[in-house]
């Protein structure tokens, strides 16, 4: 017995409604392209290395600290790309203790010297954005999210 396939980007009819994956004006932007654009920092002469995230709850006060320049700093070589260790997105995203945050401006002015002590070696610097999910604590309530709806 033969089933039928449908492709993945087919669209679906359902009553007046035309349920496409997308419309006739959008364009799809390449991989190639996009890869092009995010490495343009790197040239070809350069090294090309990334450092991966590595969350390490040292953020005290969901904040970057003096202490968080000097350790990406050490890793920053021209050619390099690091990505900041995981950042909560709100108060209610946190998951672990002394994680940074980027929910306040205080938070942002704390990882202005980080970025700079980066940038200063010639690297590429990646805020890596974070939310837990589940992992959030269980003693949040309801009003703990109020602000998204403001």
């Known amino acids: 017995m033969e089933t039928k396939t449908t492709p993945l980007l087919t669209p679906y009819k359902m ?18 392209s996009w890869v092009a654009e995010v490495t343009r920092p790197w040239s ?3 090294r090309r290395v ?8 040292r953020s005290y006060g969901n904040l970057a ?16 790309l690091l990505v900041a260790e995981a950042c909560a997105v709100s108060e209610a995203a946190r998951g672990y ?3 940074p945050g980027l929910w306040s401006q205080e938070q942002v002015e704390a990882w202005k010297p980080v970025v700079d002590a980066v940038h200063g070696k010639g690297a590429v610097f990646f805020c890596q954005l974070w939310h837990t999910g589940r992992v959030s604590p269980t ?10 709806f403001k």
């Open 50 to 57: 990334v450092l991966a995230p590595l969350t390490r709850c």
């Open 15 to 32: 009553g007046d409604f035309n349920l496409a994956h997308r419309s006739v004006n959008y364009s799809i932007v390449s991989l190639e």
């Open 65 to 80: 600290q003096p202490h968080n320049a000097l350790y990406y700093a050490q890793r920053a070589a021209p050619g390099v």
């Open 139 to 148: 003693g949040r309530t309801l009003s703990s999210y109020l602000f998204l």
């Open 97 to 99: 203790p002394h994680v």
């Open 44 to 46: 070809a002469t350069q």
